[in-house]
């Protein structure tokens, strides 16, 4: 009921700041909602409830101020997302909040993931976020304005939004030692591709992924690590990472499940294993 493409969907995806300014229309409403529904009860590899709650920003809103800091325009409707704390909320929250961002995008809808720029305390409240609840993420929801405005421009360029690492800095043959070409990735070059255009905190894209056979193996490059907190955002990349990897396999027709299977690897100085797709 909720099919998309997902290559032409996260090929056609990117961060939007600008927004018409104009609602979301009931029926576009309407299949949001339902699509969220649809998410809090599907199936999901990562442990942590997730929970995502849309609001009218405008009129008597619970938020008063989003304060996006000029940073996103005109959006008049937003989406939080807070999950039950837990070792893999982070990834939990990845997984679960990009196939709604994909899904919006496949309905013509902007999006923009957002971790800082926004106002915090407003937010949770609204949210009702719970003692034993991690809180960290809003998006804008709207239509995107044909127009960018210039922080937008300027943050784009200063993060290259608009570009990916290569290859052979994030996709691994068996171990570290040895790059991933496109060729020797087979059935699986398009999965990868897919999974390389994800978005991610600063666009630093920290999925390193090893392709052992038709099992591969996610690890964490962790660079934004806050030593005062728990919480780190770039394992909500690698649960992204995870949502684009399976959406593609899955539209491949090729099976298997993301559960750990730490193979022991040697891996890079601050690089991590955080989890493992096994093909089945
Ligand atoms: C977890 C996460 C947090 C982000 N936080 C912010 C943010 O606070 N402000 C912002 O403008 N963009 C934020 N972004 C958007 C990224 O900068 C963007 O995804 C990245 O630069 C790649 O650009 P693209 O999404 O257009 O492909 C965030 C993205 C992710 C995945």
Redesign the pocket.
């Known amino acids: 009921m909720f099919d998309f493409p997902i290559k032409e969907t996260a090929q056609n995806?990117?961060?939007i700041?600008t927004y018409t300014g104009a609602p979301l229309s009931s029926q576009d409403k309407d299949k949001i909602r339902s699509y969220i529904e649809y998410l809090s009860t599907a199936p999901s590899p990562f442990e942590g409830k997730v929970r995502i709650r849309l609001f009218d920003i405008s009129g008597d809103s619970e938020i008063k101020n989003p304060g996006t800091y000029g940073?996103i325009k005109n959006a008049k409707t937003f989406l939080g997302v807070a999950a039950e704390k837990c070792d893999t909320a982070e990834e939990a929250i990845?997984y679960i909040f990009e196939k709604l961002i994909l899904y919006a995008q496949s309905l013509g809808l902007g999006t923009?993931?957002?971790?800082?720029?926004?106002n915090k305390s407003e937010f949770a409240k609204a949210m009702d976020v719970k003692e034993n609840e991690l809180f960290h993420?809003v998006s804008p929801i709207g239509y995107p304005a044909p127009k960018t405005h210039l922080i937008n421009k300027i943050?784009?360029t200063a993060?290259k939004?608009?570009s990916r690492k290569p290859w052979s800095t994030m996709f691994f043959d068996r171990n570290f030692d040895t790059p991933l070409t496109e060729n020797q990735a087979g059935d699986f070059a398009s999965v990868l591709e897919i999974t390389r255009l994800a978005?991610?905190?600063?666009?630093k894209q920290p999925w390193r992924i090893v392709k052992d056979g038709n099992n591969f193996h996610f690890y964490e490059k962790r660079e934004m690590a806050d030593e005062n907190s728990s919480f780190d955002?770039q394992k909500?990349?690698l649960g992204?990472a995870a949502c684009h990897f399976e959406l593609a396999v899955k539209e491949k027709g090729l099976s298997g499940k993301f559960i750990k299977a730490d193979p022991g690897l040697k891996a890079p100085e601050k690089t991590i294993y955080l989890f493992s797709w096994i093909a089945e």
């Open positions: 995806r990117k961060s700041r940073v990845g923009c993931w957002l971790g800082g720029t926004y993420i943050m784009r993060i939004a608009d978005p991610s905190a600063c666009n955002i909500l990349d992204i």
